[in-house]
């Protein structure tokens, strides 16, 4: 399996194919003849079709019905034609257009449409032939080609290079063009912005690699399995979004099913009260916990839950109010009817999904196999993105009402969670959207076993996703309540768990995450409250000796920068003046209380104020004595009034 189908382009109206040969190390390319598909639909489909096998280089053309949008429940004519060239399909198409007949099926690309109906799916390992493409069948085991490649990124101020050698950070822009500009590579992958910036610095950049793929900073493999999943060759990958590899998969099972896709068609919601929408238009589970510090706290996660929910109860845009539906169903947690006459678009594609996944995290187990991770992390996102584009107003296979069936069905599955934790004692202390936190757990086997419990009650799949020794839920900075996603712990298997602080946040300056993280290793020291209590007094000072760094001026303005990768989206706000006087990414520095671009700061000195008051608030993530005296407080008459563990709430 040392030759690989790495990628296909049109060029000159024609499809050709690129191969790499891991033993030599060569791309080959070649050009292909791909069966290229258009659709075409008016009055006197049969005329249609004949004129169109009259054309040169059409190789045939014939009348289909297909099921028409929004409930594909009425059968319209489509007529089909075949052609080798792509020059004549867009002609073809854009005539018709011109004459008054409507194209459909336009989405996804042509080429991958071929692709798919040739079962020739990128990246993937082929069998020797000149005259065919013979393609190994793909298996979630097989690894990825090994080849020279770039990724370039930016992060906490550097320009960041990933390479089959490591990882390198380059604080000059000019000194990571001069490195790739020495380098011969098959692929690279790059930031938008940064390609931007680096193209300006030197052109030549463009030529050091067979293919540039333009996108996020994301990593080789999820590139190449989302380019896999979706048929999507790399040389359609730039600026592509989760959202369309996500459509372009639901698409392509709408094809083998002959659903008409039509971006001109949705599906309208229908008129209701403001009553109504308080009611039914409402999103996920998401507590207000109290903030504070929590002892024995089992953090139970759903496994794919919104995906999940769609796959069980067959949710997806054509399948909710269906007129004329032979088997509706009505759950009492919702005011929308599902019709089962048939599995769905959406479930139907998303639910292999969901098993790839659990595929992936099982390899990743058995072997520690990074690739394994980066695998399951991509298909991860396309999960996390079939719910968002389920009620977008563009999406293709979604609607409204499907979005308010997956938000109500997580709410009742969340409800009977909490009641399931409450009848067996224990208290949620936290939850979000497909995650509860459940205090008063104080062995992991017993974390095991709430989760086996919950499973059984709601019929959804979870995991324990952590068991703490302690947890802590940090207040907002300029109020005394908590933020949802902001906590962090010590896990009691030694390892630490923190989300949404200053630390994780990709715009704080580096000092800033280097002191809170220092901050939070004090802490993370402690497992009893005698021994957190002396490391809320170290941590504190910790922050005190930044302060004193920044007071004197002696940190090296690199660690002070903040960065961004784009400027302000608000249309209706002026930006920043650094977008005015800069361009992406961002590298900036507080100047006299103004972020300021850190090149024409260099002279001005830094406000040291404000780094101050930055580190303050990390400061204020960190639990107080007060905090620690009221949770060891709770324990202590819990404990003497004869509780194991805490009460129930109502």
Same mark, same amino acid.
């Given at each position: 399996?040392?030759?690989?189908?790495?990628?296909?382009?049109?060029?000159?109206?024609?499809?050709?194919?690129?191969?790499?040969?891991?033993?030599?190390?060569?791309?080959?390319?070649?050009?292909?003849d791909l069966d290229l598909y258009g659709y075409i639909t008016g009055r006197e489909p049969g005329l249609?079709?004949?004129?169109?096998?009259?054309?040169?280089?059409?190789?045939?053309?014939?009348?289909?019905?297909?099921?028409?949008?929004?409930?594909?429940?009425?059968?319209?004519?489509?007529?089909?034609?075949?052609?080798?060239?792509?020059?004549?399909?867009?002609s073809i198409l854009g005539l018709a257009s011109v004459k008054g007949l409507r194209v459909v099926n336009t989405y996804p690309h042509p080429l991958v449409e071929a692709l798919y109906r040739a079962r020739i799916q990128p990246v993937t390992p082929v069998k020797n032939s000149s005259s065919r493409v013979e393609t190994i069948e793909w298996s979630p085991g097989i690894g990825d080609p090994t080849l020279d490649y770039a990724l370039v990124g930016f992060e906490d101020g550097y320009y960041v290079l990933e390479s089959p050698e490591g990882r390198e950070r380059y604080w000059s822009l000019d000194d990571l063009?001069?490195?790739?500009?020495?380098?011969?590579?098959?692929?690279?992958?790059?930031?938008?912005?940064?390609?931007?910036?680096?193209?300006?610095?030197?052109?030549?950049?463009?030529?050091?690699?067979?293919?540039? &793929?333009?996108?996020?900073?994301?990593?080789?493999?999820?590139?190449?399995?989302?380019?896999?999943?979706?048929?999507?060759?790399?040389?359609?990958?730039?600026?592509?979004?989760?959202?369309?590899?996500?459509?372009?998969?639901?698409a392509l099972y709408a094809r083998d099913r002959r659903i008409i896709v039509d971006k001109s068609r949705g599906r309208r919601e229908g008129w209701r009260s403001i009553s109504e929408l308080l009611l039914f238009d409402r999103g996920g589970v998401?507590?207000?916990?109290?903030?504070?510090?929590?002892?024995?706290?089992?953090?139970?996660?759903?496994?794919?839950?919104?995906?999940?929910?769609?796959?069980?109860?067959?949710?997806?845009?054509?399948?909710?109010?269906?007129?004329?539906?032979?088997?509706?169903?009505?759950?009492?947690?919702?005011?929308?009817?599902?019709?089962?006459?048939?599995?769905?678009?959406?479930?139907?594609?998303?639910?292999?999904?969901?098993?790839?996944?659990?595929?992936?995290?099982?390899?990743?187990?058995?072997?520690?196999?990074?690739?394994?991770?980066?695998?399951?992390?991509?298909v991860k996102w396309i999960l996390v993105a079939s719910f968002g584009y389920l009620g977008y107003r563009n999406s293709l296979f979604g609607s409204v009402m499907a979005h308010e069936v997956v938000t109500s069905t997580s709410r009742e599955v969340l409800r009977r969670t909490r009641l399931v934790v409450e009848e067996m004692g224990y208290r949620v202390v936290h939850g979000i959207v497909d995650s509860l936190f459940i205090a008063g757990v104080e062995e992991p086997g017993e974390c095991n076993c709430v989760k086996d419990r919950i499973v059984g009650e709601t019929g959804f799949d979870a995991k324990v996703e952590a068991h703490y020794v302690w947890l802590y839920i940090p207040r907002r900075l300029n109020s005394s309540d908590s933020v949802a996603n902001k906590y962090y712990g010590l896990l009691t298997n030694g390892s630490w768990k923190i989300k949404g602080v200053m630390a994780v946040r990709s715009d704080t300056p580096p000092l800033v995450k280097k002191a809170e993280l220092e901050a939070l290793a004090k802490l993370f020291e402690a497992r009893t409250p005698s021994e957190?209590?002396?490391?809320?007094?170290?941590?504190?000072? &910790?922050?005190?000796?930044?302060?004193?760094?920044?007071?004197?001026?002696?940190?090296?303005?690199?660690?002070?920068?903040?960065?961004?990768?784009?400027?302000?989206?608000?249309?209706?706000r002026r930006p920043p003046r650094y977008v005015l006087e800069s361009k992406p990414p961002y590298r900036l520095i507080y100047v006299n209380g103004e972020l300021v671009p850190f090149e024409k700061a260099l002279n001005r000195g830094y406000d040291v104020?404000?780094? &101050?008051?930055?580190?303050?608030?990390?400061r204020r993530e960190i639990p107080s004595r007060i905090d620690l005296l009221n949770s060891y407080y709770v324990e202590k008459t819990l404990s003497r009034l004869g509780f194991s563990r805490a009460p129930k709430t109502r």
């Open positions: 399996m040392a030759k690989w189908f790495l990628d296909a382009y049109v060029s000159s109206g024609w499809v050709f194919l690129v191969f790499y040969d891991e033993d030599t190390h060569l791309l080959e390319t070649r050009r292909f249609i079709a004949s004129e169109l096998r009259s054309i040169d280089g059409v190789l045939d053309a014939w009348v289909e019905d297909w099921r028409a949008p929004p409930f594909y429940d009425s059968l319209q004519p489509v007529v089909v034609f075949k052609t080798r060239s792509y020059s004549v399909l867009r063009a001069k490195d790739l500009s020495s380098r011969k590579l098959h692929l690279g992958f790059a930031d938008p912005y940064v390609y931007s910036r680096l193209i300006e610095v030197e052109p030549g950049i463009a030529s050091v690699a067979y293919r540039w &793929v333009i996108g996020g900073f994301y990593s080789l493999h999820e590139y190449f399995e989302w380019s896999r999943l979706s048929y999507t060759p790399l040389s359609l990958m730039s600026n592509i979004t989760i959202g369309r590899v996500l459509t372009t998969i639901e998401v507590y207000q916990p109290r903030p504070g510090l929590y002892w024995w706290v089992c953090q139970v996660d759903f496994k794919s839950l919104y995906p999940s929910i769609m796959v069980k109860y067959n949710v997806s845009g054509e399948t909710i109010d269906k007129p004329n539906c032979g088997t509706p169903v009505k759950p009492e947690w919702t005011p929308h009817t599902i019709c089962l006459d048939e599995e769905g678009v959406v479930p139907a594609s998303i639910g292999r999904l969901i098993d790839l996944k659990d595929i992936y995290d099982k390899l990743y187990k058995e072997t520690g196999n990074t690739i394994y991770e980066e695998r399951k992390k991509a957190l209590e002396e490391k809320i007094e170290e941590a504190n000072h &910790v922050i005190d000796e930044y302060i004193e760094l920044v007071e004197r001026r002696e940190v090296d303005p690199r660690e002070l920068v903040v960065s961004r990768t784009s400027g302000v989206r608000d249309r209706y104020d404000k780094y &101050v008051e930055l580190l303050e608030k990390t």
